[in-house]
């Protein structure tokens, strides 16, 4: 837009320029033109002819001035700038006009020239000088063709060779002719609008401008249009805006400025001048500017679409990275979150067994807060004293770059193990060991289920004391044992007499209830030493490590004491009933030289056979 403002200004002073030189060089060359017509020598003669009769020894005949008044009929005739050229004598009587033909110009006969302003003027100039009048003033309208138009008069005066003042000349300038001239040289831009106005406000072209466009010449213009006036007036040239245009305009005096010729001064009313110059243009608006140049429409158009597809694509951008940004934090968290919730431990160690990092779970395992391992104490630290080789060769396998594992038992702050098996891999950075990365599985449970499985197996269900498998293991243990000592172990094999009987008088169920309620009669009797099993359905084996044969039939002699004493209470059929029973027992020693169960069993069973052969609830030794 500023550049577009002063390719503007630039074209107004141009146009303005076209304008002034148009408008001096029709002027100067009007003012020439009748300079020279004044100083004709014929011309001279022929108005000097006028007040005495021609001497036959001048050098000018009658017909040559004929011939002059033909020379300038032709050259008015034929130049559409100038409407007449008149010659007055001294007393203000017309002797000569061109051309001959015209009607034009007020018809001035006798010596009415004599009160005018071109001839006044001009009666008192000196030689050269020249008078103009204002254009249009007064009677400076002429009829030409069925036109009335505007003139300017230009008079200067005649000499004789011997410098007598003889009359005028006057020669009248067709305005329009000026005029048209003037606007053709600056209406080069069509959005052009071209100001001649006098000093007085008056305006000096035949048509308006926008938005006056009915303003012709002579029109007030100052009071049709303040704001013009007031612009023009301000200053003697220069560039304002009026009304959404450019004006430019400049001061012409013709009577002094830029005057090129051989004439004297230049004389003309001083109300009429300076004229003021001037040539309008629209200023330019965005949408002018589009409209001039599609280019810019096009660039713009460019511009705002590659804006567009840009914020399309920045906000399709930035909506993916976004959502790229929300995935990765949500991937972040779900790592965090599994490394640090897992159902299983993680830790780092550095190269000396420093805990660096370890998750949550671990922590809570072992009952601390981060801040209390993570930095501070050495994992070894944690793991039971028994276990802790393990750990230590696992290790150093891992800082070897090797994978490693261990089942270790770990101390938890509350003083409790959780047994746990270790697998660990190196992290190694330019070759050299930088952490640990260790998985820590719980089989605390899997070990308490083992043994639950384990006694599970070794269990009598019914009773809960040891079944016949248990006791065959076991045995051998203790027997072994027992040699190794220089041990006594002795051996009972015990049965409920008449069993049957109270499954069959009272059910299975009672007789469960019995079996269980014996049991725990036999087992308080018991050191904690002593292996008490049930080997058969109403049958127990009792192993007494540490005892001697006679102590071994003692025992039994209790158990049988104590279970014949003891009534065992059963409800049957929502009634308590209230039992009594007894029991036979064998007794054996088990032999230096047995390495297993077998024999003594064999021998303990006899026993109880014989006990039961002679009258039950009894106990018989059978040392073997
Ligand atoms: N309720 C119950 N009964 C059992 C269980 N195991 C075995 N019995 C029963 O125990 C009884 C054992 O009977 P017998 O071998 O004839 O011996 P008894 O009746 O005790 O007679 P003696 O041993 O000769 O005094 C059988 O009826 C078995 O069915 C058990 O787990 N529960």
């Not at 032709?74 to 006009?97: A, F, M, W």
């Not at 009248?172 to 040289?185: F, G, H, K, T, V």
Request: net charge negative.
């Amino acid at each position: 837009m500023e550049s577009r403002l002063d390719s503007l200004r630039d074209e107004a002073d141009a146009l303005l320029k076209a304008g002034q030189e148009t408008l001096t060089r029709d002027i100067n060359e009007s003012l020439n033109y009748a300079l020279a017509i004044a100083e004709m020598p014929a011309l001279r003669w022929y108005l000097a002819a006028q007040d005495r009769p021609p001497r036959a020894d001048q050098a000018y005949s009658l017909s040559d001035l004929s011939q002059l008044s033909n020379f300038l009929n032709t050259l008015i005739s034929h130049n559409p700038r100038y409407t007449k050229l008149v010659l007055i004598d001294n007393q203000g009587r017309e002797v000569l006009r061109a051309p001959k033909s015209s009607e034009t110009g007020p018809r001035v006969g006798g010596n009415h020239h004599a009160f005018t302003d071109y001839f006044e003027e001009a009666s008192s100039l000196l030689p050269r000088d020249l008078y103009i009048s204002p254009p249009g003033r007064n009677l400076q309208f002429e009829l030409l063709g069925k036109d009335i138009i505007p003139v300017v008069n230009v008079s200067t005066p005649v000499f004789d060779a011997a410098g007598e003042r003889r009359g005028v000349v006057l020669l009248s300038l067709n305005w329009d002719y000026l005029i048209i001239a003037l606007r053709q040289a600056m209406l080069l831009d069509q959005s052009a609008n071209t100001l001649l106005i006098d000093a007085q406000g008056r305006w000096l072209l035949d048509e308006g401008i926008p938005p006056l466009n009915t303003t012709s010449f002579g029109s007030d213009f100052s009071s049709l249009s303040p704001l013009y006036w007031q612009a023009l007036q301000q200053r003697n040239a220069g560039h304002t805006t009026v009304d959404n245009h450019l004006l430019r305009f400049q001061t012409e005096d013709i009577r002094t400025q830029r005057y090129r010729s051989l004439a004297g001064s230049i004389f003309s009313e001083n109300s009429y001048h300076p004229w003021k110059l001037g040539v309008t243009l629209p200023l330019p608006t965005w949408r002018s500017l589009i409209e001039e140049e599609t280019t810019v429409l096009w660039f713009l158009l460019l511009t705002y679409g590659v804006a567009v597809a840009f914020g399309i694509f920045w906000a399709f951008s930035s909506q993916r990275q976004r959502q790229l940004r929300k995935a990765a934090q949500r991937h972040a968290y779900e790592v965090s979150d599994l490394y640090e919730n897992a159902p299983c431990g993680y830790h780092s160690l550095d190269t000396t067994g420093r805990v660096i990092k370890m998750n949550r779970t671990e922590l809570a395992w072992l009952g601390y807060s981060a801040q209390e391992i993570i930095g501070q104490l050495d994992y070894r630290e944690l793991i039971t004293p028994e276990t802790r080789d393990q750990f230590e060769k696992a290790f150093q396998k891992v800082k070897n770059n090797q994978s490693g594992s261990a089942e270790c038992s770990l101390l938890t702050r509350n003083g409790e193990q959780r047994h746990v098996m270790i697998q660990a891999s190196a992290f190694y950075r330019n070759g050299q060991f930088v952490h640990s990365r260790a998985t820590v599985f719980d089989l605390t449970e899997r070990k308490q289920l083992e043994e639950k499985l384990r006694a599970q197996a070794m269990t009598d269900p019914l009773t809960g004391v040891f079944n016949r498998r248990y006791l065959q293991t076991q045995a051998t243990a203790e027997i072994s044992r027992a040699r190794r000592q220089n041990h006594p172990i002795a051996l009972i094999a015990i049965d409920i007499d008449h069993f049957k009987q109270i499954n069959d008088i009272y059910g299975h169920d009672v007789g469960d209830d019995v079996l269980t309620s014996f049991t725990k009669i036999v087992a308080d009797l018991l050191r904690q030493e002593d292996l008490l099993c049930r080997v058969g359905g109403e049958e127990f084996a009792l192993l007494l490590p540490n005892t001697s044969l006679s102590h071994a039939e003692q025992v039994a002699e209790r158990i049988r004491s104590t279970a014949a004493a003891t009534s065992i209470n059963v409800s049957e059929d929502h009634s308590e009933k209230v039992l009594w029973l007894t029991a036979s027992l064998g007794v054996t020693a088990i032999l230096s030289n047995e390495k297993t169960l077998k024999a003594a069993l064999k021998r303990a069973d006899i026993g109880l056979y014989q006990a039961k052969e002679n009258g039950r609830n009894q106990v018989v030794v059978n040392a073997g």
